[in-house]
Structures are given as C-alpha cells and as structure tokens.
Nanobody
Framework: VQLQASGGGLVQAGDSLRLSCAASGSTFSTYIMAWFRQAPGKEREFVAAINRSSGSAYYLDSPLGRFTISRDNAKNTVHLQMNSLKPEDTAVYYC????????????????????WGQGTLVTVSS
C-alpha cells in the first residue's frame, strides 16, 4: 500500500490542524494505521494508532486528549485531528500501516509497521 500524508503547515500555539493520509489500493480496511512524528534532532516517536474497524485507538501520553485519530475505510483515509497545538508538537508527521499486530503495546513500535508515507511538516509557533 502507498501512503500520502498531507495537511501540515505553520500554525500558532493553540490552533488546530487536521492531518490526512490517503492510501492506495483496495485493502486499506485490512491495515492497522498509525501516526508517528519526528521533531528536529529527536527520534521518531509514536503518536496514535487505530485498528482496522476503528474499534480501538491508542495514543502517546503527552498529547492525550488533544489528538484524535480516525479513519474512513470507504475513502481509504486516516486522519489525525490535533487541537490546542503546542510548540513542542512541531515535527514531521508520518502515517504508517501494519498488516498485523499481535499485542497492544506493539502498536507503539515503529518496527510493527511495514508501510510509511513521506511525512508532512507541522510547525507550531509560540
């Protein structure tokens, strides 16, 4: 599957952004989808993941309550709604897809994901 992330940009602290990731192919609904981010000078980290049927979602602790992941299997897209953005949310955001993840804690593991989008830059000014 090919992934194309979009929706990044320059915003001010407190603003909202909605990132989107469009997936090619007819098997989108069979993938677990996730968002990761990489801030300047830091390692890439897990942000959020959602299972195939949108029944379960997982989040990084720090943006908990400010970020919401969702998916539309009919449109082959996954979204990340980000509210009350902070300068520390500045990063390149990547969407990723996994065919199968056995344990819940592995949703946060980059190695669990096979397919990656190119990333979209989010810059939050103070």
């Amino acid at each position: 599957v090919q992934l194309q992330a979009s929706g990044g940009g320059l915003v001010q602290a407190g603003d909202s952004l909605r990132l989107s990731c469009a997936a090619s192919g007819s098997t989108f609904s069979t993938y677990i989808m996730a968002w990761f981010r990489q801030a300047p000078g830091k390692e890439r980290e897990f942000v959020a993941a959602i299972n195939r049927s949108s029944g379960s979602a997982y989040y990084l602790d720090s943006p908990l309550g400010r970020f919401t992941i969702s998916r539309d299997n009919a449109k082959n897209t996954v979204h990340l709604q980000m509210n009350s953005l902070k300068p520390e949310d500045t990063a390149v955001y990547y969407c990723a897809a996994a065919g199968y993840i056995t344990l819940a804690y592995l949703y946060r593991n980059q190695g669990s994901y096979t397919y990656w989008g190119q990333g979209t830059l989010v810059t939050v000014s103070s």
